[in-house]
């Protein structure tokens, strides 16, 4: 398959200044002649195949009707397989505003509804730390944290399951690779009330627990622990 390579970007910090509610709304259309002189290289140059990423989130707006969650599926490993970065680049958050604000705008507002400002600017302008927040950084970020090599068979089955998205990927743990993968898995056939009672616990056995000494076989055991436990209370 060829590929074709562009420059990734970043957004500065007086460029984000310039996204007012109008744009949240989509109401300010700025383009990227608007925006140019508030983009800028990202340290390394690295680069990546945005002419295939704009086609195939092109197609996925197309597809899907406004707000349709399905769309996470559609696009997750595509926006990780295009943006093979690594993950010191997925780090900044200005290149996630840049996609987000200067490239895929449309897309942004076809995904997720306005309900309120803050919520709006978090899905154009968050990143960082929070794997919830922008728009394309959390398909990205959940791709990385999920796929095995190209098999990204558990990615899809995450995003299928917004349940174990909210709880299991807005929590302090989810940059944790064996805890998100155990979760994921023993929690993929349960119940919404399972996965957030799950996820709630567990949060709570880590404040005994210390995250990275965890390996993947004992988060799983914790999990399969915290399982019973909760099916046995229910007895």
């Known amino acids: 398959m060829s590929t074709e390579s562009y420059e990734l970007k970043r957004l500065t910090e007086d460029g984000r200044r310039l996204i007012g509610d109008s744009f949240l709304r989509g109401e300010d259309l700025l383009n990227e002649d608007d925006l140019s002189e508030y ?14 990423l704009d086609t195939v989130v092109g197609r996925v707006v197309l597809k899907h009707s406004k707000y349709d969650t399905s769309m996470d599926a559609a696009l997750a490993s ?25 490239r895929h ?28 927040s922008n728009a394309i ?12 090599n190209d ?12 349940t174990i998205v909210n709880k299991v990927f807005d929590r302090w ?21 399972v996965i957030d009672e799950t996820t709630r616990r567990f949060n709570h056995a880590l404040t005994n627990v210390q995250l990275e000494g965890l390996s993947q076989s004992d988060a799983r055991e914790l999990v399969q622990q915290i399982l019973s436990e909760i099916y046995e209370s229910k007895e």
Not at 105 to 132: C, I, N, Q
């Open 105 to 132: 705008p449309d897309f942004v507002r076809h995904r997720w509804e306005y309900h309120s400002e803050e919520a709006m600017r978090e899905k154009f302008l968050g990143a960082g730390t929070d794997l919830y």
């Open 39 to 52: 983009v800028e290289p990202l340290p390394g140059n690295p680069t990546a195949d945005l002419s295939a």
């Open 137 to 148: 950084h959390r398909l990205w970020w959940i791709a990385e944290l999920t796929h095995e």
């Open 173 to 193: 743990f989810a940059r944790y690779r064996p805890a998100v993968v155990a979760l994921c898995d023993e929690l993929a056939d349960e119940p919404s009330w």
């Open 78 to 102: 595509n926006v990780h397989q295009h943006l093979d970065i690594t993950r010191r680049v997925a780090a900044d958050p200005g290149l996630w505003h840049w996609l987000a604000v200067v």
């Open 151 to 162: 098999d990204y068979n558990r990615t899809d089955a995450v995003f299928s399951n917004q």
